[in-house]
């Protein structure tokens, strides 16, 4: 089982950043994608940002250039780094690892969320 801990959401004015961070229970990052959701009021949730075991990255459309993935294998962390915030990035965003591919159906997990709200 694998416990995944959110932090860094909160309250920026459009343009503004935040960086959200994403506590891992061990060390995954080399059989478990790592990735992060958001959920806006009365909207599906959608991928954002995510990270395969081998590093490559993949960004939705709305957000490269100024959302950035990373992770600090030595601390199991992932983290993403959201500039030129829009009132568009607001939503509860959740961080996934998925290590279907080696460990089956059962081995994806979510955090519990973080708010992130833009506004004036």
């Known amino acids: 089982q694998i416990q995944l801990v959110e932090s860094g959401g909160g309250l920026v004015q459009p343009g503004g950043s935040l960086t959200l961070s994403c506590a891992a229970s061990?060390?995954?990052?080399?059989?478990?994608?790592m990735g992060w959701y958001r959920q806006g009021t009365a909207k599906q949730r959608e991928l954002v940002a995510a990270m395969a075991s081998g590093g490559t990255t993949t960004y939705a459309d709305s957000v490269k250039g100024r959302f950035t993935i990373s992770r600090d294998s030595a601390k199991n962390t992932v983290y993403l780094q959201m500039n030129s915030l829009k009132p568009d990035d607001t939503a509860v965003y959740y961080c996934n690892a998925d290590g279907r591919h080696y460990f089956g159906p059962e081995a994806d997990y979510w955090g519990q969320g973080t708010q992130v709200t833009v506004s004036s």
């Open positions: 061990g060390s995954i990052f080399d059989t478990y994608a």
